[in-house]
């Protein structure tokens, strides 16, 4: 069953192409299920304004056309409606007001910690190791919720950083143990493995990490992460992902909560 869980509209604003063609790009590569995971609609308390997320406001428009084309397609492809979220306790009642209203699963996209509105990316700020401390207890912390069904590019920390350091290797080891416990998958992220192919390395997936968690056995699953409708059509890119989880003896899942 091919599958992909992390697709994004251009709701957020850094992604391209309308709802209905990632659908058919989908169909055309025979997924049988697309879950739409557009970064997450959070309402802040400040003036800030995110420019990498949908407005708050937006989450009915986007609720109510994943739903419809879930409905058009029906017979044809499995299509769910989720959200990429990161986990800002202070704001963690959004979550569960998004899943009463109809949010059938959370990515945790741990882009930031305890609010972006005073806390820089995390990409960039887990090259200082306290920092990546705190994303990592973060990230299980989020998992210990029980609110996400799947850890997003879990090793988003290595962007900038060039070898597994020790502390690199404690913090893989919090986010694993926490999936491992939780039960639920880390991805394995296809944007990033794109990237790299393509000699623009975001950094992950880290190689060394996945070998290093191997140990865990945690569950992992492929994310395209798409943000263009082209990108569900790289059979290569999947290809190389299924190709090298499996020299590494990961164990696949193509299901998430
Ligand atoms: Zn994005
Ligand atoms: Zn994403």
């Not at 109510?64 to 409606?81: F, P, T």
């Amino acid at each position: 069953m091919k599958h992909n869980f992390h697709t994004h509209t251009t709701r957020c604003k850094h992604a391209v192409g309308t709802d209905e063609q990632y659908v058919k790009a989908a169909l055309d590569s025979g997924f049988d299920v697309l879950g739409f995971a557009d970064h997450a609609p959070w309402a802040f308390a400040t003036d800030y304004v995110s420019h990498c997320r949908m407005p708050a406001d937006q989450w009915q428009d986007y609720k109510r056309s994943v739903l419809s084309l879930k409905e058009k397609y029906q017979g044809q492809i499995s299509i769910r409606l989720g959200l990429e979220c990161e986990y800002y306790p202070k704001y963690i009642d959004q979550l569960y007001r998004l899943r009463d209203d109809g949010c059938e699963y959370f990515l945790l996209g741990n882009h930031f910690l305890f609010t972006e509105e005073s806390f820089p990316y995390t990409g960039t700020s887990c090259t200082d190791d306290d920092e990546l401390r705190r994303y990592a207890e973060q990230a299980a912390e989020a998992v210990a919720t029980g609110l996400y069904g799947c850890v997003a590019h879990p090793d988003l920390y290595m962007m900038y950083r060039t070898e597994l350091s020790p502390a690199c290797m404690e913090a893989a080891d919090m986010i694993c143990q926490a999936a491992r416990e939780a039960e639920i998958p880390i991805e394995y992220n296809l944007l990033g493995l794109q990237g790299e192919l393509s000699g623009h390395s975001r950094g992950y997936p880290n190689q060394d990490f996945w070998q290093y968690v191997r140990k865990w056995d945690n569950k992992v699953i492929l994310g395209i992460d798409a943000h263009d409708p082209e990108q569900l059509r790289s059979q290569p890119v999947w290809d190389i992902a299924l190709e090298r989880l499996h020299a590494m003896g990961h164990r696949l899942v193509n299901q998430i909560r």
